[in-house]
T-cell receptor
Framework: DQQVKQNSPSLSVQEGRISILNCDYTNSMFDYFLWYKKYPAEGPTFLIS?????DKNEDGRFTVFLNKSAKHLSLHIVPSQPGDSAVYFC???????????FGTGTRLTIIP | DTAVSQTPKYLVTQMGNDKSIKCEQNLGHDTMYWYKQDSKKFLKIMFSYNNKELIINETVPNRFSPKSPDKAHLNLHINSLELGDSAVYFC??????????FGPGTRLTVT
C-alpha cells in the first residue's frame, strides 16, 4: 500500500515559467513533509520541508504548500531554471517515527 | 568533504555470493539508515540505527544484516545474493530533526 503518491511521472516546463509538482498522501498520522531533489548517479538532496502546523513554507525560488484536508502537498519552483531538471521526491513522516516514506518521484525537465 | 559516503559505488557479483556495502557519515549524526531503490525507482527504508542500536527493521529478508561498529558507520552485509537484490542502495543519516542526508548510492547488480 503506497502511502505517498506522485501521480505524474514526468513534467516538462519552459525555462522561466513556474513548475508545480504534486504529491498526495493517505496516512493521516503524517505530520512532516519533505521534498528531495535527485540528479542521476547521486543521492537525494534535501530541498524544503513543511510541518503540518503550517500550510506554506518558502525558501528562495521554492515554495511548498500543504492542504491537510485534501492530504495534498505541492512544490512550486519560480522561475524554473535548467539546473532544476532532476527527479523530485516527496517524503513524509509521523511524529516519533524517524522513518521517511517516499513517493515514486516526478522527473522534471526544464526546456531552455 | 563528503558528508555521507558509501563504498563501493558500483558492485557487480554473481548469485549466491556474499557482499558488503560500507557507509560513513562525518556529520556527527546519531541515526543512520539504509534505503533500497528498486527498478521502479521506489525508495524504501530497510533499516535504521540510532547510536549503534537497531530502531527500524522493515520487512527485509534475513539475508540482509546491518552492522554498526560506531555511530559514524553503518554497513550492510548481504548473504546468498539473489537476482532480485539488484537495486541501488542508499545510506542516509540524520540528527534530532527529520531531515535526512543521503549518500551517493551503491548500484548492486547480481548476475
Amino acid at each position: 500500500d503506497q502511502q505517498v503518491k506522485q501521480n505524474s511521472p514526468s513534467l516538462s516546463v519552459q525555462e522561466g515559467r513556474i513548475s508545480i509538482l504534486n504529491c498526495d498522501y493517505t496516512n493521516s498520522m503524517f505530520d512532516y513533509f519533505l521534498w528531495y531533489k535527485k540528479y542521476p548517479a547521486e543521492g537525494p538532496t534535501f530541498l524544503i520541508s513543511i510541518s503540518s502546523i503550517k500550510d506554506k513554507n518558502e525558501d528562495g525560488r521554492f515554495t511548498v504548500f500543504l492542504n491537510k484536508s485534501a492530504k495534498h502537498l505541492s512544490l512550486h519552483i519560480v522561475p524554473s531554471q535548467p539546473g532544476d531538471s532532476a527527479v523530485y521526491f516527496c517524503a513524509a513522516s509521523d511524529f516519533g517515527n524517524e522513518k521517511l516514506t517516499f513517493g515514486t518521484g516526478t522527473r522534471l525537465t526544464i526546456i531552455p | 568533504d563528503t558528508a555521507v559516503s558509501q563504498t563501493p559505488k558500483y558492485l557487480v557479483t554473481q548469485m549466491g555470493n556474499d557482499k558488503s556495502i560500507k557507509c560513513e557519515q562525518n556529520l556527527g549524526h546519531d541515526t543512520m539508515y539504509w534505503y533500497k531503490q528498486d527498478s521502479k525507482k521506489f525508495l524504501k527504508i530497510m533499516f535504521s540505527y540510532n547510536n549503534k542500536e537497531l530502531i527500524i527493521n522493515e520487512t527485509v529478508p534475513n539475508r540482509f544484516s546491518p552492522k554498526s561498529p560506531d555511530k559514524a558507520h553503518l554497513n550492510l552485509h548481504i548473504n546468498s545474493l539473489e537476482l532480485g537484490d539488484s537495486a541501488v542502495y542508499f545510506c542516509a543519516s540524520s540528527s534530532k530533526g527529520r531531515r535526512q542526508y543521503f549518500g551517493p548510492g551503491t548500484r548492486l547488480t547480481v548476475t
